[in-house]
């Protein structure tokens, strides 16, 4: 089955640490996105990439980096910079770019204590 | 700039009844999506229902349809004959001009049996 993927589903991690969460489709999308959501609210985008190699910083983007080195995957590192990393984080892709429809995988939920 | 506004923060809504969530939404461009989504506990964002702009008709998907008022701008979401199932976030979002997807700050629906 055609998909994204996100792992851990749940993920532990001390303060000061960098930590680097996983996401790959299989559905051949050229695009794809990082976004964090908080308790009771909508989602903010993190980072976006439209192809390969590259990527742009989207609303919320201190203290997080990510790579596209291949189409299928863009992992998000939150790195120590970040103030609260504590977060629910999703990754999506789209066929058409950031106007079309995104898909979303299951997302991962980081705690940092 | 563009902005997506959820007034309502939670409702409740009897089996078999139909409910409406409201959204609104600004933007200067002429040429612009809508989309809803569906966000259950376990948090993955399922896509609903999109409406671009120049569609003439209302989009209907199922028990999903998008009364679509353009000079009002607004874009309601209709569930019609809700079901235990529908219990969860719903999230409005946008696109304009190849911008990004932007969402709203989402609305809670509890479908009391």
């Known amino acids: 089955d055609g998909g994204i993927t996100q792992s851990p589903k749940y993920l532990f991690r001390k303060e000061g640490q960098n930590v680097t969460l996983s996401c790959e489709q299989n559905l051949n999308h050229d695009a794809m996105y990082w976004y964090r959501q908080d308790p009771g609210q909508g989602l903010r985008l993190i980072y976006y990439?439209?192809?390969?190699?590259?990527?742009q910083k989207g609303d919320i983007a201190e203290g997080y980096s990510v790579s596209r080195e291949k189409k299928e995957s863009f992992p998000l590192t939150v790195t120590s910079a970040q103030k609260n990393p504590t977060a629910f984080y999703l990754c999506?892709?789209?066929?058409?770019?950031?106007?079309?429809?995104?898909?979303f995988g299951p997302g991962t939920r980081l705690t940092v204590t | 700039a563009q902005k997506i506004t959820q007034t309502q923060p939670g409702m409740f809504v009897q089996e078999k009844e139909a409910v409406t969530l409201d959204c609104t939404y600004d933007t200067s461009d002429p040429s612009y999506g809508l989309f809803w989504y569906k966000q259950p506990s376990s948090g993955e964002m399922i896509f609903l229902i999109y409406q671009g702009s120049y569609d003439q008709q209302n989009a209907t998907e199922g028990r999903y349809s998008l009364n679509f008022q353009k000079a009002r701008k607004s874009a309601n979401l209709v569930i019609s004959a809700s079901q235990l199932g529908d219990s969860a976030m719903y999230f409005c979002?946008?696109?304009?001009?190849?911008?990004?997807?932007?969402f709203g700050g989402g609305t809670r629906v509890l479908v009391k049996p």
């Open positions: 979002a946008m696109t304009a001009a190849g911008n990004k997807l932007t």
């Open positions: 990439s439209q192809i390969v190699n590259d990527f």
């Open positions: 999506a892709s789209s066929v058409h770019g950031i106007a079309g429809e995104q898909y």
